[in-house]
């Protein structure tokens, strides 16, 4: 006999042994199971030729025993069944699995399925009357009586009635090889009692002393039966979890995003603070992401996630706004004058061949069959707002392009109610009028509208801190106008730098105010979701999770 932890004279306790070495242990108790079947298949062998093979003593002779059955024989028979057995650990079922706990789970098949298979474990379901065995009645058109008068008279008719449940019902019970679980219902869905099956009463009566547990769908389940996490909680056992779900969940459900639960992680703030010092150098496109959406900038800059976008032929968003500043820049650098409009259209071609020529490998797409057409389309759209940005700019000369503050240069350094912010950056366009005045561009390849209102909400810091990089960071001198420039609509944004309240002093000191209330949200763990007017893009790496989302368009 195997014993486990308690030594008798009667035990070797080979599984304590086993277990004592933690090392080796799975290895050794899953070799001990399949010794211990290769044991039982031999008493089930000799029991079925004579007497039960437990009653051999060492010297092959017991009452009962056949001659041929001496100890030798045993041996030989036992060699066999060991060099024929096999087992397999947890590691390895892991390992042919790729699943957790060794690869073990529940296997749910039908009886018929499961023909042929042996489990440590069996539940067999349903065993009440008219579920298992089923009921079978005879064809009302065709009775059993009948079959049987032509099977008489040399027809080939079968029974309906074949009796196959017991045969079913057999093969069910001895799938198991440990342990086996009988489970009926005991009540109807009308609330009736449910007689148990003839197979049921006939168990219980060959068990002494059956344990019988009843179970109802109210009735609350023992520590140690539940299941899972989620089961546990259902079954009210940590009220606590479910009173911070409710929470959270009512959170979630408010109008306006607010608390822990709704990207507020003040516990976060010790290690935010460290992780973006006083000298922490900031992008202004990173600034806008955390004016637009705090839980955006948190998922894509703290976290850094990146959606999972599906692979597409042709340019995204951003490949082409890459290519429309690479064309541009090379475009005006060379320009022979500024109003020489038949020189920039006559050049813009050839250039605009040779940044298509490489954009693939640079940007990183995959042309699609009409690659050459969206070429010839995209040189009429820059025609088109290179004629129309040359009429908006009389009076003025293209003179510093693709200018860059930080990145090893001397970066913009703004002093705020918190503080100092370093921000760092590119400046597409600056343009110089002949008194000396200067005018900042920004190229946009998106069409959305830019507004005042951009500015005053914090979403748009872009062009203000550009041209507060030209007077302070690059030291060019005070700037007298600026906007965003829509390539694609060949317009210019309503926002205009020298048309908002207060004028440029105006935009530098509404975006000094946003800089200082943006950077100490961001070290205060203030990451609520607030989804943009408009919908929210779908570039967002929270697409898929964000409780607030809001497809655009909505």
Request: with cysteine.
């Amino acid at each position: 006999r195997f014993g486990q932890t308690k030594e008798t004279p009667e035990s070797l306790n080979v599984v304590a042994r086993a277990l004592a070495e933690p090392e080796t242990a799975a290895r050794d108790v899953a070799a001990l199971r399949a010794f211990k079947e290769v044991l039982r298949g031999l008493v089930l062998a000799e029991a079925v030729i004579t007497t039960p093979l437990s009653r051999f003593g060492e010297t092959g002779e017991g009452p009962g025993v056949r001659a041929d059955w001496n100890y030798e024989t045993f041996l030989g028979a036992l060699r066999e069944g060991v060099e024929a057995a096999s087992y397999d650990t947890p590691l390895s079922r892991f390992a042919e699995t790729g699943r957790p706990e060794g690869g073990l789970g529940v296997t749910v098949a039908s009886v018929l399925d499961a023909r042929g298979l042996s489990f440590r474990a069996v539940a067999i379901l349903g065993l009440a009357e008219g579920e298992f065995p089923q009921a079978e009645r005879e064809m009302p058109l065709l009775r059993e009586s009948d079959r049987d008068d032509l099977r008489a008279r040399g027809l080939p008719l079968e029974s309906r009635l074949r009796g196959d449940e017991v045969t079913i019902f057999y093969e069910a019970i001895t799938r198991a090889r440990e342990r086996l679980l009988l489970c009926r219902p005991y009540l109807a869905d009308d609330g009736q009692g449910w007689e148990p099956s003839a197979y049921w009463r006939q168990v219980m009566s060959l068990i002494s002393e059956p344990q019988i547990i009843k179970a109802r769908p109210e009735d609350r389940l023992p520590p140690d039966q539940v299941a899972s996490m989620s089961e546990w909680i259902e079954q009210g056992y940590d009220r606590e979890a479910v009173a911070r779900g409710v929470t959270a969940l009512n959170a979630r459900l408010a109008a306006e995003a607010a608390g822990p639960h709704e990207g507020h992680l003040a516990e976060l703030s010790l290690s935010l603070v460290t992780r973006y010092p006083p000298t922490q150098s900031w992008s202004a496109s990173r600034l806008e992401a955390y004016g637009t959406c705090g839980f955006y900038f948190y998922v894509a800059h703290v976290l850094k996630l990146e959606p999972r976008a599906e692979p597409e032929e042709g340019y995204d968003a951003s490949s082409l706004g890459n290519m429309y500043h690479a064309i541009l820049e090379r475009l005006y650098r060379d320009a022979p004058g500024p109003t020489d409009l038949e020189a920039l259209l006559a050049r813009l071609p050839e250039i605009a061949r040779e940044v298509f020529t490489t954009a693939p490998s640079d940007y990183g797409f995959r042309p699609t069959a009409i690659w050459d057409q969206q070429q010839s389309e995209l040189i009429r759209i820059l025609s088109e707002t290179v004629t129309a940005l040359a009429e908006k700019s009389e009076g003025w000369t293209p003179r510093h392009f693709e200018q860059r503050f930080g990145f090893g240069a001397p970066p913009l350094v703004v002093c705020t109610d918190e503080g100092e912010v370093r921000v760092h950056g590119y400046i597409d366009r600056i343009d110089v009028a002949a008194d000396g005045r200067l005018r900042v561009v920004d190229y946009k390849a998106s069409g959305s509208p830019i507004t005042a209102r951009d500015l005053k909400d914090g979403h748009r810091l872009q062009l203000p801190l550009y041209a507060l990089a030209v007077r302070d960071a690059l030291g060019l001198g005070e700037v007298a106008e600026g906007f965003y420039w829509h390539i694609g609509q060949a317009k210019e944004s309503s926002l205009k730098l020298e048309k908002f309240e207060g004028g440029v002093p105006g935009a530098f000191e509404t975006v000094t105010h946003h800089l200082a209330t943006h950077v100490a949200g961001i070290r205060a763990g203030q990451f609520q979701p607030e989804p943009p007017d408009g919908g929210c893009p779908g570039y967002c790496p929270a697409v898929g999770f964000c409780w607030r989302y809001r497809p655009r368009g909505f």
